[in-house]
């Protein structure tokens, strides 16, 4: 039996539907990732603090809610995003879930007046995940009673890819979520920019969840000066993990984080000017790509 609600939206519905923007701001420690709340709208933000650093935001005028364990990131989520529909009522966000959370922390009415919610860190997040994870049934091995590491990382990336998947489907809000980001070498010694989370799934399905990947990076000018900026897009030629879903970042934006969403909100032109489908007049075919013709 069919008991889902089923409708099509028409091409106007889904164009004046007000959508959230949702992505992930990287950088390296230090950079100042953090200290971005104070190109928001305060009034209108929520501070999700798992880092316990508010040095970076003293006497920053918005509301925070401090988060130091994973069962309540996780009520959290469930809490500002609502309840999934897909899952059964013994599941994690499920609608028992919701009616749980609702019950002890009252009407989520409260979170109307926020439209963006920052979320600091993704990296520490990951690090309370793994901690509760150590500690489930998962993470135990069957035949000889001991702790299984295995176990404990594939319930890791089950539990961080939900965590991050609902908060993704936060209805009408932005959600922004920082972490860290670590340069590390390769097999063959080149180096290459990921991350820091625990466990290699989170790392690796995370840009595909989220509209938007933002790298602070510290660039130079011609003549050496050193400055700060938003890497934006993912053809870059710092090689920085980065996306643009919106199709109307530059390479290279301006390091506030504020005018950086007004920008991405900014109406969209048609697909033409926004796509570029042919190679440039200049570009050479290499050996390989003549092979590859061949």
Sequence with gaps: MITTAFRIITADQRLAEQRGIKGVLTGISGIGKTSQLWTLDAPRMLFLNLEAGELAVQ??????????DWELARDLACWVGGPNPAMRADQTYSSSH??????AFGDPSVLAKYDTLFVDSITVASRLCLQWCKGQPQATSDRSGKPDMRGAYGLLGQ???????????????????????DKRLDDFSRPYFSLQVEGAKTGLELPGIVDEVVTMAELKTEDGQPYRAFVCTTLNPFGYPAKDRSGRLDTIEEPHLGRLMEKIRRPAGAPPPRLDYGRPADATPTSTDTAKGA
Excluded: F, S
């Excluded at 919701?98 to 019950?103: G, K, L, N």
């Design 159 to 181: 539990e961080m890819i939900a965590w991050l998947t609902h908060l993704q489907h936060t209805p009408g809000k932005n959600v922004w979520l920082v972490g860290i980001l």
């Design 98 to 103: 919701y009616e749980r959370v609702c019950a």
């Design 59 to 68: 006497g920053w005028p918005g509301d925070e809610v401090r988060i130091r």
